[in-house]
């Protein structure tokens, strides 16, 4: 184990010199070692993994954007393959009235598409950008560009002043422009059209960002029974596909996250919506992802988008099931229907093809991708976590149910240092958030090992804290996780206790309108009522026939990952 130890540590340290070395030579302005230092600082001991050469980002970053200044429209965009980077109107009034400046909505677009439309897939990007460039409305609507720009705010730095026209604008300021003129294109008609639909679910992720879930739910409540009315009009001129998978994962996403019983998604038929997502992306749309080890190929690295999309709409039935029987909706919660739905998560997971399912750091997985591997072990998670506080099982498998918990929640959090390591903490969206502070509770409350429990608690109140300034929501959260961590009475490491003591405070509205109640963690009490009193006598039983007999790859009492073992 100490050869092990030794020959690990040395590739990490080569490693380290040689991502310090290629960062000086990329990084603007002589700030060479920033990014290391910050990244190191925050590092926890129970994700020790050799780092690879260099983080790669996947979008053509100029020196503007690494400054957060106004770019320029040299150097910044994506590659599209055959398509190359669309120049938008010089004339933007048909789409908006807070920016005369091309170059800002373009880059306001870069970082949308980059790091948003892929979590969160509504619409086809290619079309989007032709027909905002041609000024044609099937594919794009002034509703839709400042709800995109407005969401896009929030990735850009907190305090640098972009020009506007005479005066400087910060980014809040900017970023609540664009939602106010969004808000004001949005109506309800007879006809919705789909853009104005896409527009109400792009202001959901903006509210929810803004710390205003209560009035984020309501747009994407508005969105998905829009979007009913429109489906069963049977639309043939706008492609629905991708719009149903987008709102269907973003409604059992949230449902998950807020303990609500979801809407009836059975009507949805994925099977069909999957096949409609295929025919919605055109071949330009198929958006390859550059990086240094490709900088020449003009077709970059596909990013599987479509793929990751249909993917997140499967896990998401799953959670949507999950959530219907943690709600009690199909009666009592039994030992069979339990394993079931963690066999059917298993399933998913060994069933991802290869360029979804790979999540090893030397591969650069992609940041979508890493995404879904965080919210699936999160899922999880919330699916067993009940089962420890309802006391009916025996002490063997009480201490199997934690063990499986505990290592979800630790690999949760590997992937969740994996995507900060790889690429920038500015990029962590609301719904990984979530499922980044299920995953360090359950650690924190189930695991047996004080050092691992600190790590986790300054991981997790470190993300919150580094990105508190740029999404008014994690305030709130960083609050509520810092009291439960409290309430824990746990012996901490100096670091994790001072920063428990650190968090902010809130009122009661604040968290209101970021957790829907007041805590993001589950309600035990109310979803104990439905399980089985006998589901401990039948657990053994239905393990047996559900996962062993049937050879399903379950991850506990497997080998685990060097990491593990290093901690161990």
């Not at 609507?141 to 705010?153: E, G, K, P, R």
């Not at 394993?339 to 979804?356: A, E, Q, S």
């Not at 995507?419 to 509770?441: A, V």
Request: with cysteine; charged share 20%; proline share 5%.
């Amino acid at each position: 184990m100490d050869s092990i130890r030794a020959s690990y540590i040395e590739v990490k340290n080569k490693n380290l010199e040689l991502m310090h070395s290629l960062d000086c030579c990329h990084r603007p302005n002589n700030e060479a070692g920033t990014l290391i230092k910050s990244e190191e600082a925050c590092k926890p001991d129970f994700t020790q993994f050799p780092l690879s050469a260099e983080p790669q980002p996947h979008i053509t970053v100029s020196p503007q954007m690494e400054n957060d200044t106004i770019p320029t429209t040299e150097g910044i965009g994506i590659r599209y393959g055959s398509l190359e980077c669309l120049e938008g109107p010089a004339d933007l009034r048909q789409w908006t009235h807070v920016s005369d400046s091309p170059a800002l909505m373009n880059h306001l677009f870069d970082l949308y598409f980059a790091w948003v439309h892929p979590v969160h897939m509504l619409f086809d990007e290619s079309n989007f950008r032709i027909g905002y460039r041609e000024r044609r409305e099937t594919y794009c609507s002034a509703a839709l560009v400042n709800a995109i720009c407005a969401m896009a705010c929030n990735l850009i730095g907190c305090t640098t002043p972009y020009k506007q026209g005479k005066e400087k604008i910060r980014r809040a300021e900017l970023g609540a422009e664009f939602a106010a003129e969004a808000r004001s294109q949005l109506k309800i008609e007879s006809n919705t059209p789909l853009t104005s639909i896409q527009a109400f679910t792009v202001m959901y992720l903006v509210d929810l960002c803004s710390g205003k879930a209560r009035n984020a739910s309501g747009y994407l409540k508005c969105a998905g029974d829009l979007l009913s009315v429109k489906r069963f009009a049977k639309d043939k001129e706008q492609p629905l596909g991708l719009s149903m998978l987008g709102i269907h994962a973003l409604s059992c996403a949230w449902s998950a996250m807020t303990y609500q019983l979801p809407c009836n998604l059975d009507s949805l038929q994925m099977s069909v919506i999957d096949e409609q997502a295929k025919n919605d992306m055109t071949s330009a749309g198929r958006r390859c992802m550059p990086g240094p080890q490709n900088e020449g190929d003009e077709t970059g690295s596909p990013i599987h988008g479509v793929d990751t999309a249909q993917q997140q709409a499967s896990l998401s039935q799953i959670i949507h099931d999950t959530v219907s029987l943690h709600c009690g909706y199909h009666g009592v919660v039994t030992a069979r229907e339990m394993i079931g739905c963690y066999k059917r998560f298993l399933n998913w997971k060994n069933d991802l093809p290869k360029p979804v399912g790979d999540t090893q750091t030397d591969h650069q997985p992609l940041p979508h991708v890493l995404s879904l591997h965080i919210q699936y072990h999160a899922a999880i998670v919330r699916l067993l976590a009940p089962l420890l506080s309802c006391q009916h099982f025996a002490a063997p498998d009480e201490k199997n149910i934690k063990d499986m918990i505990v290592y979800h929640g630790r690999c949760g959090l590997d992937n969740m240092y994996i995507s900060r390591q790889l690429y920038s903490r500015r990029y962590t969206m609301p719904h990984i958030i979530f499922s980044m502070l299920h995953l360090g509770d359950a650690v924190v409350r189930f695991s047996s090992r004080p050092a691992e429990v600190s790590d986790v608690v300054s991981f997790c109140l470190q993300t919150l804290e580094q990105n508190r300034a740029r999404f008014p929501l994690y305030g709130p959260l960083q609050q509520t996780f810092g009291r439960m961590v409290e309430e824990q009475g746990l012996e901490l490491s100096t670091d994790a206790d001072h920063q428990v003591h650190q968090c902010p405070q809130y009122g009661v509205d604040e968290v209101l309108d970021a957790c829907m109640g007041l805590s993001y963690v589950q309600p035990i009490d109310q979803i104990c009522q439905y399980i089985d009193h006998s589901i401990g006598e039948e657990w053994s039983r239905e393990w047996q026939k559900q996962i062993l007999e049937t050879r399903t790859l379950a991850p506990v009492n497997t080998v685990l990952g060097l990491h593990f073992i290093l901690n161990d």
